[in-house]
């Protein structure tokens, strides 16, 4: 089975940095990618970033770019978000998610195959 471990977030001030863990386990497809999603109060989910363990592929939401840096450790398994200059806007709870679609989810595709960790809450106060 896939399992997605999530860890890191917590409270920052606008400015700060935080950073985010992903332990992942179960897949055996060359096809996935792993990432985050995060989820504002009152608004939809969203893609925030994406890597593909097998090849460069790295997706940024415009509202992160040059801000957030996605990375994959192949020897643990794990993938990580660092979230620097965090703006109030960046609060929200954070998903460690995947797919076996290359990262079409991220992209607003769905993937049949997609799969998610728990969430862990990211507060930026102003």
């Known amino acids: 089975d896939v399992q997605l471990q999530a860890s890191g977030g917590g409270l920052a001030q606008a400015g700060g940095s935080l950073r985010l863990s992903c332990g992942v386990s179960?897949?055996?497809?060359?096809?996935?990618?792993v990432g985050w999603f995060r989820q504002a109060p009152g608004k939809e989910r969203e893609g925030v970033s994406a890597?593909?363990?097998?090849?460069?592929?790295?997706y940024y939401a415009d509202a992160v770019k040059g801000r957030f840096a996605i990375g994959w450790d192949d020897a643990r398994k794990t993938v990580f978000l660092q979230m620097n200059s965090l703006v109030p806007e960046d609060t929200g709870v954070y998903y460690c998610?995947?797919?076996?679609?290359?990262?079409?989810?991220?992209?607003?595709?769905?993937?049949?195959?997609?799969?998610w960790g728990q969430g862990t809450l990211v507060t930026v106060s102003s």
């Open positions: 998610a995947a797919d076996e679609c290359h990262g079409s989810s991220w992209y607003g595709v769905p993937c049949v195959k997609d799969y």
């Open positions: 179960g897949f055996t497809s060359d096809s996935f990618a």
């Open positions: 890597t593909s363990g097998r090849t460069d592929m790295a």
